[in-house]
């Protein structure tokens, strides 16, 4: 005989854990500030270092005077390399992240056995940053801490959805550059 009340208490116990683990991963509970760091998607864009020619659609190797590497008339434009345009290669953005260092505290939601290296760490945070951990090339955990030591990491694998019955948070493995 099965109990009237478990569905009730099924789904009390499954809101209760998604305010549990929905409190703890807010920006001022459980979380640190990590940068996810982009590379480029190759934006051209018109070199901030010199004048550019419109007719020959190059630079005209002249310094504009206000850009950030001056050079003397007659040469080569430092930034842009003569050609009157930069790539823009890479961005970043600050995102409040869960993570645990310790591999014994872990959350494992795979049935899988993995052989863990020395310079994992696992983060968990809400399914809607899923495209954004999925486009970061690399991420540095802690930016408070980054000046202490090399924080860099690169994901290990793909981020696994977790959650009891609804999916709604990401458990990532990051492993040390």
């Known amino acids: 005989m099965t109990n009237p009340f478990s569905s009730l208490i099924n789904s009390e116990f499954k809101q209760l854990y998604k305010d549990a683990i929905d409190s703890l991963l807010e920006t001022t509970a459980l979380t640190v500030p990590c940068v996810f760091k982009y590379s480029g998607a190759g934006n051209t864009v018109y070199c901030n270092n010199c004048i550019f020619d419109t007719i020959?659609?190059?630079?005209?190797?002249?310094?504009?005077?206000?850009?950030?590497?001056?050079?003397?008339e007659g040469s080569i434009c430092p930034s842009c390399m003569g050609m009157g345009m930069t790539t823009s290669s890479s961005s970043s953005e600050t995102v409040y992240l869960a993570c645990i260092f310790d591999s014994k505290y872990?959350?494992?939601?795979?049935?899988?056995?993995?052989?863990?290296?020395?310079g994992m760490v696992q983060t968990i945070c809400k399914v809607e940053l899923l495209p954004k951990i999925r486009n970061?090339?690399?991420?540095?955990?802690?930016?408070?801490i980054s000046k202490y030591g090399n924080y860099t990491y690169e994901?290990?694998?793909?981020?696994?959805?977790?959650?009891?019955?609804?999916?709604?948070?990401?458990?990532?493995?990051?492993?040390?550059?």
Do not use: C, H, Q
């Open 56 to 72: 020959s659609g190059l630079s005209s190797n002249k310094y504009n005077n206000r850009g950030p590497n001056p050079f003397p």
């Open 106 to 118: 872990w959350m494992n939601w795979s049935s899988k056995t993995v052989n863990i290296p020395d």
């Open 136 to 144: 970061a090339s690399e991420i540095i955990i802690d930016s408070k």
């Open 155 to 177: 994901r290990a694998g793909d981020p696994e959805p977790a959650g009891l019955g609804n999916n709604s948070y990401i458990i990532t493995m990051w492993k040390r550059k």
